[in-house]
């Protein structure tokens, strides 16, 4: 069965950065792609780009340029999300989601998401 | 800036039929903005629900249907079960960006 299992909780203090991994499994990692979603407390989904686990290709969302890169290890079948110079209010819950079909539009299975929380 | 935009909140009857709508700022939704929706309930990751517009997943209950309407993207829920209120979310696609709506909190009474 498909699951994707993301790394655990993280506190980092502004200005850090942090790296999110989203280990997949069931199905073969380089016919999909990975998305990254995050969620604010009490707030609603925001898409922070994607990669393309067959080429590496990626597309970021542009309030994230910059900032945020997006890897896959095609060993491990694994996907990382990095976010530097963290501020507060990229506190959230971070999500990866496997992507598939025409320009990686049908999302299917989700992580189980992870908690950042950026505070001094 | 793009904005989508769907209800902040519905309220239905039990076995009753709803639908939640999903429009953009640029204009009229259609089937090239490939649609999705989403189901989320408190404190779980979003489900996944319905892909390009209409498409279901194997795991999507029947009573949930996706279309175009008026303009906009759909999402249909016949027979509504308690186990339906939720959060919904839709995503539309702009050439590359992907841009999800504030979503609709729907409640069963």
């Known amino acids: 069965q498909v699951q994707l299992v993301q790394s655990g909780a993280e506190v980092k203090k502004p200005g850090a950065s942090v790296k999110v991994s989203c280990k997949a499994s069931?199905?073969?990692?380089?016919?999909?792609?990975i998305s990254w979603v995050r969620q604010a407390p009490g707030q609603g989904l925001e898409w922070m780009g994607w990669?393309?686990?067959?080429?590496?290709?990626?597309n970021y969302a542009q309030k994230l340029q910059g900032r945020v890169t997006m890897t896959t290890d095609t060993s491990t079948s694994t996907a990382y999300m990095e976010l530097r110079s963290l501020r507060s209010d990229d506190t959230a819950v971070y999500y990866c989601?496997?992507?598939?079909?025409?320009?990686?539009?049908?999302?299917?299975?989700w992580g189980q998401g992870t908690l950042v929380t950026v505070s001094s | 800036q793009t904005v989508v935009t769907q209800e902040p909140s519905l309220t239905v009857s039990p076995g009753g039929t709803v639908t939640l709508t999903c429009a953009s700022s640029?204009?009229?939704?259609?089937?090239?903005?490939?649609p999705n929706w989403f189901q989320q309930k408190p404190g779980q990751a979003p489900r996944a629900l319905i892909y390009?517009?209409?498409n279901k997943h194997s795991w999507t209950p029947a009573r949930f249907s996706g279309s175009l309407l008026g303009g906009k993207a759909a999402l249909t829920l016949s027979g509504v079960q308690p186990e339906d209120e939720a959060e919904y979310y839709c995503l539309l696609y702009y050439g590359g960006a992907r841009v999800f709506g504030g979503g609709t909190k729907l409640t069963v009474l």
């Open positions: 989601a496997r992507v598939g079909g025409y320009q990686l539009l049908r999302f299917d299975y």
């Open positions: 390009s517009t209409s």
């Open positions: 640029t204009g009229a939704v259609t089937s090239g903005y490939y």
């Open positions: 069931g199905y073969t990692f380089t016919s999909y792609g």
């Open positions: 990669i393309s686990a067959y080429n590496g290709n990626t």
